[in-house]
């Protein structure tokens, strides 16, 4: 926990060291946070906190949870529709898009997981928020 969010954030208690990426323990708390991350970047909230829960045999989470502590501007729900459409959850998809299977876990030993500025960390990365901007905008217009 320490080397995430201190005690700020929840965290489902894994450890991520000795874990590959196969291991949601690790690859989906760096996909909430990859999420999190463009979901505030979007304009959709000043805080936000993304749980995914994952169950032993499928895929894609059982649960996904979104948080804005009142910050919100979009629906809660409405975001974790967003979510599903815009970021592949499985396994796989987390290993690919976030490229966990680069050897980048040791730089993580010196000053933890979470709020790095190096390019190596794809969980950092605000790339989706313009993406989901644009979806929340043409969702919003065929509503009326």
């Known amino acids: 926990i320490v080397d995430t969010y ?5 965290h489902g208690g894994g450890a991520f060291s000795g874990k590959d990426p196969t291991k949601v323990d690790r690859s989906a ?21 993304v749980q995914l ?13 979104v948080n804005t502590f009142g910050t ?17 959850l499985t396994p796989k998809g987390m ?3 976030l490229q966990l299977r680069r050897p980048i876990y ?11 500025t190096e390019d190596s960390f794809a969980w950092e990365k605000t ?11 043409i969702t919003a217009a065929a509503r009326g």
Do not use: W
């Open 6 to 10: 201190g005690g700020m954030g929840r």
């Open 29 to 49: 708390a760096y996909m909430a946070r990859y999420v999190a991350k463009n979901l505030v970047a979007a304009g959709f909230a000043k805080r936000c906190e």
């Open 53 to 65: 829960a994952y169950a032993i045999g499928v895929a894609e989470p059982v649960s996904i949870n």
């Open 72 to 88: 919100g501007v979009v629906d809660e729900e409405r975001m974790v529709e967003l979510v599903r459409a815009h970021f592949p």
């Open 95 to 97: 290993i690919q898009h």
């Open 106 to 116: 040791r730089a993580t030993a010196a000053f933890g997981h979470f709020g790095r």
């Open 127 to 137: 790339d989706k928020a313009e993406s989901l901007r644009e979806d929340a905008r």
